[in-house]
């Protein structure tokens, strides 16, 4: 099973998705142990595990031992955004270990290597630059269609109301 690896850069505030074919690699770690950045074709990095979330989307707290759901009373803090000042309610969280049933991590760098981040993750960036023009043309069309046949239809009532008075 693929684990979806989110890197966060501090420095210039940009995030960059890589994908792992298998979560053995990073089983057993813990959110706030740091990781090499060799372990993702990314030499001389240092990475810090902040986070991450099961399939279902449930996300991993700092505070909770071990690996498997809980259901806990939160009143804040990552898993619940409280509605009303004082607000409690019971949520299903992940504990701060790794396992197979993780499907995302979230990593900040903390120690730069020598190459940049923009040229490790550049062939990914160029494949959605490229498909974007086409998408973006096509809507571009029916924008322009559809307000040159509005104000056409708007046009003469104004004017008859116009002319009533």
């Known amino acids: 099973m693929a684990v979806k690896i989110v890197i966060s850069d501090p420095k210039a505030g940009k995030t960059y998705q890589t994908e792992l074919e298998q979560v053995g690699v990073l089983a057993g770690k813990k959110v706030g142990e740091v990781i090499q950045g060799s372990l993702l074709n ?24 071990g690996s498997a ?12 955004k409280p509605r ?20 995302q991590v979230n990593a900040k760098v903390v120690k ?38 509005a104000p056409k239809e708007e046009r003469p009532a104004e004017e008859s109301k116009e002319e009533k008075k």
């Open 69 to 80: 759901p809980r259901r806990l009373l939160l009143t804040k803090g990552v898993g619940f």
């Open 42 to 65: 990314m030499p001389d990095y240092e990475l810090e595990i902040t986070g991450g979330s099961d399939k279902v989307g449930n996300p991993m707290r700092k505070e909770v031992e």
């Open 84 to 103: 009303f000042k004082g607000e409690r309610r019971k949520k299903r969280v992940l504990g701060r270990t790794i396992s197979a049933d993780i499907v």
């Open 112 to 149: 730069y290597g020598s190459r940049k981040l923009e040229s490790i993750f550049a062939p990914a960036a160029e494949e959605k630059t490229e498909g974007a023009p086409a998408e973006e043309a096509k809507p571009e069309e029916k924008k322009e269609e559809t307000p040159a046949e």
